[in-house]
C-alpha cells in the first residue's frame, strides 16, 4: 500500500476477484488513520494485463464489504432460525450434528458441493483438497457440471491434462466465438481483462471477428459477421466446418500432423456432416457455413473459441472437441495468432513430469449410486445429487457440505433440489450469505469479504491471453475474532476428519506445504529434483497458509527461481514488490509435443470417448427439428453470481430479468409487450415480462440466469426486491450430456402463453 502526500489516503493495488477477467484494481482507502473504509475503486492503470480497464463490478468490491446482509460471524439454526454464535460454538455445533452421522451412516453419507467462488479464492483452491480428503466421502460434486466439465474433458482427453487453448486475441487475423458472450461475461476459460477491447482491436488492424449464438447478443452486434444458429447444434456446425477443411482439401495442420493420433480416421467419421445435411438442423445455410470454413482457412491466423453455450447442451463434450478440432485442421493449433497455450506461473501438470507424455487422465471409474452417472475429475454429475438424497438404501446422502455455492439457484430443477436439501439431517456451509441454497443449513460458516482476502489467480492465470502473475495482499484487516477463509477450512476439515474442535491446524497446514515440496523434490524434471524436503519450507520463511503453498509454486514453477538455482526467478516477494503484477510474455508457439501428457505422448484427435459419441450426433441428424419453442440463458454486464444480485447499484435502472421473443412468435402467441407470461418446461413454470425483440431467432426465448432470491428465508433484502425468476426452474436435469455429465442450460423445450393474470 501506498500514502498520497496530499490528502494521507491509502491506495492499495488488487486483482478483482469477480469474474476470470483478473483486471486491477486501485482501491483508495479513507480516512488517514484509524479505521479506513472504501473511497474510491477504479482500474489500476498500471496493472501489467489489464492496464485500467475495469467493469462495472469491480467497483462495487467496496458495497460487497459494507453490506448489512453478510454475515460476519457464524450462524447456527435453532428452532428454524438463524442465531449468531461464536466460532467455537459454531465448530462445536458441527461435531455434534456431523460426526454422528457419519459414523452411524459411512462417510458417503456426507456430500460436498464446491461453488463457483471457489475458483476464485486461494483458501478454497488450495484448501478444499485437504477437506474433501478428511471428509471421505466419494459424493463430490461442485459447479463445474453446470459450466466448463465439457472443455475440461474434451482437453484432457486429447493432451492428457486439463490444458485448453485460448484465442491469441492480440495476434489473431479471424475470430470465431461459439456461445460467447464477452462483452457481458469479460471472457470465460480465456482470461482476457478488457476482452471487448480486444475484440475491436482485431477489427481495427483489419481482422475479422464472428459470433455464433442464437441471439443477437452485445456481442454479436459488435461483430463483423453474426450466424443465428440454432441452440444446441453446435457440434453439428463444427462437424460440417471440418468436414469441409477435409473434402475441400483445405485442411493443413502442418507439423503438428506428426504429433497428432486418429487424423486419418475423422474424414470417415464426419464423411455424413457435410453443410448441406446439418444446414436443416443448424437453421444456418449451407453456403454460410461452407463460406466460414474457407474463410478460416484463408486466415492468415485464425482461432475458434467455444465457451458457455458450447459447453451447457446435450452434446457439449462433441462441440468443445470440435472447437479444437477445426483449430487442428485449419492449422492454428498451438502457432501465434491461432489458439494457444498458457504457461502459467504457480504451475500446471503439462509443465510437470516428464515433456511430452505422460498417464493422461482417465474418466468413469466409478460411477454414482443410484443413476449410476460416471465421475470425471473426481467428480459425479451435480445433476445427480438430488437422487443421491432422495433415494433411501446404503450409501444414502443425508448431510452435505457445500463450500461458496448456491446449486438452489444455480442447478438444474430448482424445485427438485430445494425439496432434496430440505430432507437433509445436517448441512454445513462456508458461505457470506443466507441465500436459497443456505438457509437450509444448520450451520453456517462465513468466510472474510474479498478486500479481507489476499489474492492470486490461482486457476484462472492458466487461461490467460498472456503470461502474468499478479499477487494481492488483503487490503481491509480482518474483523475481530474472525479467522481467515484458509484457517476455517482447515478447521473444518480437523472437525469433519474427527480430530474434534480444539485440532491445532498448524500441522495439518505444515503436512500440507510438506506434501507440495515433496511433489516438487520428486520431479525429476523440475528444478529442485532431490532437494531436501525441509530445506525448501524453511527456505519460504515465516509464512504460512496460502501465501506459504503460493511461494513453493511459483519458485518451483516455469517462471520461479527454483530455490536459489535462478537468482531471476519468480517468488511471492518479488510479486509482493510489483503490485501491478509481472508480465511474463506473450503465449510462446510450437508447445506441442512437450505439453503434452498423453500415454502415446500424441494429440488424440480422435479420444476414444468421441468415437463413441458421433454415433449419438449422427442419429441426431434425422430427428425432427421443428419450430417449437426452446429456452436459451443470457447474463449482463452487472451480473455474475446470485449475491451481486444484493448490490443495489448493479441492480438499479430497468428491469433485466425479461422474456426476450421474437416479434414472429409474440404475433403467433399473442404476447404483449411488457406483460407477463407463463413458461412451461417439463419441470416447472415462471411468469415473467415479455420482451418483444428481434436479438433472438424465431423459436428461440431467452431468460437470464442468476435471479430469483425470492425464496422463504433467503436473506438478501436488495436482491428480494427485484422482479426476478430464477430460469433453473425450467431447467431440466435429466437433459444432459451424457459423456460429461454436463447440464444442458440451452435449448430446453418450452411453452409459452401469456400469463391468465396479465
Given at each position: 500500500?501506498?500514502?498520497?502526500?496530499?490528502?494521507?489516503?491509502?491506495?492499495?493495488?488488487?486483482?478483482?476477484?469477480?469474474?476470470?477477467?483478473?483486471?486491477?484494481?486501485?482501491?483508495?482507502?479513507?480516512?488517514?488513520?484509524?479505521?479506513?473504509?472504501?473511497?474510491?475503486?477504479?482500474?489500476?492503470?498500471?496493472?501489467?494485463?489489464?492496464?485500467?480497464?475495469?467493469?462495472?463490478?469491480?467497483?462495487?468490491?467496496?458495497?460487497?464489504?459494507?453490506?448489512?446482509?453478510?454475515?460476519?460471524?457464524?450462524?447456527?439454526?435453532?428452532?428454524?432460525?438463524?442465531?449468531?454464535?461464536?466460532?467455537?460454538?459454531?465448530?462445536?455445533?458441527?461435531?455434534?450434528?456431523?460426526?454422528?452421522?457419519?459414523?452411524?451412516?459411512?462417510?458417503?453419507?456426507?456430500?460436498?458441493?464446491?461453488?463457483?467462488?471457489?475458483?476464485?479464492?486461494?483458501?478454497?483452491?488450495?484448501?478444499?483438497?485437504?477437506?474433501?480428503?478428511?471428509?471421505?466421502?466419494?459424493?463430490?460434486?461442485?459447479?463445474?457440471?453446470?459450466?466448463?466439465?465439457?472443455?475440461?474433458?474434451?482437453?484432457?482427453?486429447?493432451?492428457?491434462?486439463?490444458?485448453?487453448?485460448?484465442?491469441?486475441?492480440?495476434?489473431?487475423?479471424?475470430?470465431?466465438?461459439?456461445?460467447?458472450?464477452?462483452?457481458?461475461?469479460?471472457?470465460?476459460?480465456?482470461?482476457?481483462?478488457?476482452?471487448?477491447?480486444?475484440?475491436?482491436?482485431?477489427?481495427?488492424?483489419?481482422?475479422?471477428?464472428?459470433?455464433?449464438?442464437?441471439?443477437?447478443?452485445?456481442?454479436?452486434?459488435?461483430?463483423?459477421?453474426?450466424?443465428?444458429?440454432?441452440?444446441?447444434?453446435?457440434?453439428?456446425?463444427?462437424?460440417?466446418?471440418?468436414?469441409?477443411?477435409?473434402?475441400?482439401?483445405?485442411?493443413?495442420?502442418?507439423?503438428?500432423?506428426?504429433?497428432?493420433?486418429?487424423?486419418?480416421?475423422?474424414?470417415?467419421?464426419?464423411?455424413?456432416?457435410?453443410?448441406?445435411?446439418?444446414?436443416?438442423?443448424?437453421?444456418?445455410?449451407?453456403?454460410?457455413?461452407?463460406?466460414?470454413?474457407?474463410?478460416?482457412?484463408?486466415?492468415?491466423?485464425?482461432?475458434?473459441?467455444?465457451?458457455?453455450?458450447?459447453?451447457?447442451?446435450?452434446?457439449?463434450?462433441?462441440?468443445?472437441?470440435?472447437?479444437?478440432?477445426?483449430?487442428?485442421?485449419?492449422?492454428?493449433?498451438?502457432?501465434?495468432?491461432?489458439?494457444?497455450?498458457?504457461?502459467?506461473?504457480?504451475?500446471?501438470?503439462?509443465?510437470?513430469?516428464?515433456?511430452?507424455?505422460?498417464?493422461?487422465?482417465?474418466?468413469?471409474?466409478?460411477?454414482?449410486?443410484?443413476?449410476?452417472?460416471?465421475?470425471?475429475?473426481?467428480?459425479?454429475?451435480?445433476?445427480?445429487?438430488?437422487?443421491?438424497?432422495?433415494?433411501?438404501?446404503?450409501?444414502?446422502?443425508?448431510?452435505?457440505?457445500?463450500?461458496?455455492?448456491?446449486?438452489?439457484?444455480?442447478?438444474?430443477?430448482?424445485?427438485?433440489?430445494?425439496?432434496?436439501?430440505?430432507?437433509?439431517?445436517?448441512?454445513?456451509?462456508?458461505?457470506?450469505?443466507?441465500?436459497?441454497?443456505?438457509?437450509?443449513?444448520?450451520?453456517?460458516?462465513?468466510?472474510?469479504?474479498?478486500?479481507?482476502?489476499?489474492?492470486?489467480?490461482?486457476?484462472?492465470?492458466?487461461?490467460?491471453?498472456?503470461?502474468?502473475?499478479?499477487?494481492?495482499?488483503?487490503?481491509?484487516p480482518l474483523d475481530e475474532g474472525q479467522p481467515s477463509e484458509w484457517e476455517i477450512m482447515l478447521r473444518l476439515s480437523a472437525v469433519v476428519s474427527g480430530d474434534g474442535v480444539d485440532a491445532d491446524i498448524t500441522e495439518i497446514d505444515d503436512a500440507a506445504a510438506?506434501?507440495?515440496?515433496?511433489?516438487?523434490?520428486?520431479?525429476?524434471?523440475g528444478s529442485v529434483h532431490d532437494r531436501d524436503v525441509d530445506e525448501l519450507v524453511d527456505a519460504v520463511g515465516d509464512r504460512v497458509g496460502p501465501e506459504r503453498l503460493l511461494d513453493i509454486m511459483l519458485r518451483t514453477g516455469p517462471f520461479g527461481d527454483g530455490f536459489g538455482s535462478d537468482p531471476d526467478g519468480l517468488t511471492l516477494d518479488r510479486l509482493e514488490a510489483n503490485p501491478h503484477g509481472i508480465d511474463l510474455g506473450p503465449l510462446?508457439?510450437?508447445?506441442?509435443?512437450?505439453?503434452?501428457?498423453?500415454?502415446?505422448?500424441?494429440?488424440?484427435?480422435?479420444?476414444?470417448?468421441?468415437?463413441?459419441?458421433?454415433?449419438?450426433?449422427?442419429?441426431?441428424?434425422?430427428?425432427?427439428?421443428?419450430?417449437?419453442?426452446?429456452?436459451?440463458?443470457?447474463?449482463?454486464?452487472?451480473?455474475?453470481?446470485?449475491?451481486?444480485?444484493?448490490?443495489?447499484?448493479?441492480?438499479?435502472?430497468?428491469?433485466?430479468?425479461?422474456?426476450?421473443?421474437?416479434?414472429?412468435?409474440?404475433?403467433?402467441?399473442?404476447?404483449?409487450?411488457?406483460?407477463?407470461?407463463?413458461?412451461?418446461?417439463?419441470?416447472?413454470?415462471?411468469?415473467?415480462?415479455?420482451?418483444?425483440?428481434?436479438?433472438?431467432?424465431?423459436?428461440?426465448?431467452?431468460?437470464?440466469?442468476?435471479?430469483?432470491?425470492?425464496?422463504?428465508?433467503?436473506?438478501?433484502?436488495?436482491?428480494?426486491?427485484?422482479?426476478?425468476?430464477?430460469?433453473?426452474?425450467?431447467?431440466?436435469?435429466?437433459?444432459?450430456?451424457?459423456?460429461?455429465?454436463?447440464?444442458?442450460?440451452?435449448?430446453?423445450?418450452?411453452?409459452?402463453?401469456?400469463?391468465?393474470?396479465?
Amino acid at each position: 500500500m501506498t500514502t498520497t502526500e496530499q490528502t494521507g489516503d491509502t491506495i492499495a493495488y488488487r486483482t478483482c476477484p469477480l469474474c476470470e477477467a483478473g483486471c486491477g484494481l486501485e482501491i483508495t482507502l479513507a480516512p488517514p488513520g484509524g479505521d479506513r473504509t472504501v473511497a474510491r475503486i477504479r482500474g489500476d492503470r498500471d496493472d501489467v494485463f489489464s492496464k485500467g480497464f475495469i467493469c462495472p463490478k469491480g467497483s462495487t468490491l467496496g458495497h460487497l464489504h459494507d453490506d448489512p446482509d453478510r454475515l460476519r460471524k457464524p450462524v447456527v439454526k435453532r428452532d428454524g432460525h438463524f442465531v449468531e454464535v461464536e466460532w467455537d460454538e459454531a465448530f462445536a455445533a458441527i461435531e455434534h450434528g456431523l460426526l454422528p452421522l457419519l459414523e452411524r451412516h459411512g462417510r458417503d453419507s456426507c456430500a460436498i458441493y464446491l461453488g463457483n467462488p471457489s475458483a476464485h479464492s486461494l483458501g478454497p483452491l488450495l484448501y478444499n483438497r485437504t477437506l474433501i480428503t478428511a471428509l471421505g466421502t466419494r459424493n463430490r460434486f461442485s459447479a463445474s457440471t453446470v459450466d466448463q466439465r465439457p472443455k475440461e474433458l474434451s482437453a484432457a482427453m486429447m493432451f492428457g491434462s486439463v490444458t485448453v487453448p485460448v484465442p491469441d486475441l492480440d495476434r489473431t487475423d479471424f475470430l470465431v466465438m461459439l456461445g460467447a458472450n464477452p462483452y457481458a461475461s469479460n471472457g470465460s476459460l480465456c482470461t482476457a481483462p478488457d476482452f471487448p477491447g480486444r475484440l475491436e482491436r482485431i477489427q481495427a488492424r483489419g481482422g475479422t471477428v464472428v459470433c455464433i449464438d442464437p441471439r443477437r447478443s452485445e456481442t454479436a452486434d459488435r461483430a463483423d459477421q453474426h450466424i443465428a444458429i440454432r441452440p444446441g447444434t453446435d457440434a453439428h456446425l463444427l462437424a460440417a466446418v471440418a468436414n469441409t477443411l477435409l473434402t475441400d482439401g483445405l485442411a493443413r495442420p502442418g507439423r503438428l500432423a506428426e504429433h497428432a493420433a486418429g487424423l486419418d480416421d475423422l474424414g470417415a467419421a464426419l464423411r455424413a456432416y457435410t453443410p448441406d445435411a446439418v444446414a436443416p438442423v443448424c437453421g444456418v445455410d449451407a453456403e454460410t457455413i461452407r463460406r466460414l470454413a474457407h474463410d478460416l482457412a484463408a486466415a492468415p491466423t485464425a482461432a475458434v473459441y467455444g465457451r458457455i453455450g458450447t459447453c451447457t447442451q446435450e452434446f457439449g463434450t462433441l462441440a468443445s472437441w470440435l472447437v479444437d478440432v477445426v483449430n487442428l485442421l485449419s492449422g492454428n493449433l498451438d502457432r501465434v495468432g491461432g489458439a494457444m497455450f498458457t504457461t502459467g506461473a504457480a504451475g500446471q501438470p503439462s509443465t510437470k513430469g516428464r515433456p511430452g507424455s505422460g498417464r493422461g487422465v482417465r474418466f468413469g471409474r466409478v460411477v454414482s449410486r443410484v443413476g449410476h452417472r460416471p465421475e470425471g475429475f473426481g467428480e459425479f454429475p451435480v445433476t445427480a445429487l438430488p437422487e443421491e438424497i432422495e433415494t433411501p438404501g446404503e450409501g444414502q446422502v443425508k448431510a452435505l457440505v457445500t463450500v461458496g455455492g448456491n446449486p438452489v439457484s444455480s442447478n438444474p430443477n430448482t424445485g427438485r433440489l430445494d425439496a432434496a436439501l430440505a430432507s437433509l439431517d445436517f448441512m454445513v456451509s462456508v458461505d457470506p450469505y443466507v441465500n436459497e441454497t443456505t438457509r437450509h443449513a444448520d450451520v453456517i460458516l462465513p468466510p472474510p469479504s474479498p478486500l479481507q482476502k489476499s489474492h492470486y489467480d490461482l486457476a484462472l492465470l492458466n487461461f490467460g491471453v498472456r503470461n502474468v502473475a499478479n499477487y494481492s495482499p488483503e487490503v481491509l484487516p480482518l474483523d475481530e475474532g474472525q479467522p481467515s477463509e484458509w484457517e476455517i477450512m482447515l478447521r473444518l476439515s480437523a472437525v469433519v476428519s474427527g480430530d474434534g474442535v480444539d485440532a491445532d491446524i498448524t500441522e495439518i497446514d505444515d503436512a500440507a506445504a510438506r506434501s507440495l515440496a515433496a511433489s516438487a523434490v520428486r520431479d525429476e524434471f523440475g528444478s529442485v529434483h532431490d532437494r531436501d524436503v525441509d530445506e525448501l519450507v524453511d527456505a519460504v520463511g515465516d509464512r504460512v497458509g496460502p501465501e506459504r503453498l503460493l511461494d513453493i509454486m511459483l519458485r518451483t514453477g516455469p517462471f520461479g527461481d527454483g530455490f536459489g538455482s535462478d537468482p531471476d526467478g519468480l517468488t511471492l516477494d518479488r510479486l509482493e514488490a510489483n503490485p501491478h503484477g509481472i508480465d511474463l510474455g506473450p503465449l510462446q508457439p510450437d508447445r506441442i509435443p512437450d505439453l503434452l501428457r498423453t500415454p502415446s505422448g500424441k494429440i488424440e484427435a480422435f479420444p476414444d470417448q468421441m468415437r463413441a459419441d458421433i454415433e449419438r450426433l449422427a442419429a441426431s441428424l434425422d430427428r425432427d427439428w421443428d419450430d417449437s419453442m426452446v429456452l436459451v440463458g443470457r447474463r449482463h454486464v452487472r451480473s455474475n453470481n446470485s449475491w451481486m444480485h444484493n448490490v443495489r447499484v448493479l441492480t438499479k435502472g430497468r428491469n433485466r430479468c425479461t422474456l426476450q421473443v421474437h416479434p414472429d412468435d409474440a404475433d403467433r402467441l399473442e404476447l404483449a409487450e411488457g406483460s407477463p407470461a407463463v413458461v412451461r418446461s417439463r419441470v416447472g413454470e415462471v411468469t415473467i415480462d415479455v420482451e418483444i425483440t428481434d436479438v433472438v431467432r424465431p423459436g428461440v426465448v431467452s431468460i437470464p440466469h442468476g435471479f430469483g432470491q425470492n425464496m422463504p428465508g433467503v436473506q438478501l433484502r436488495v436482491a428480494q426486491e427485484y422482479r426476478g425468476v430464477n430460469t433453473n426452474v425450467l431447467t431440466d436435469e435429466q437433459f444432459f450430456d451424457p459423456v460429461s455429465g454436463n447440464i444442458a442450460l440451452n435449448g430446453v423445450p418450452v411453452t409459452v402463453a401469456p400469463s391468465p393474470a396479465g
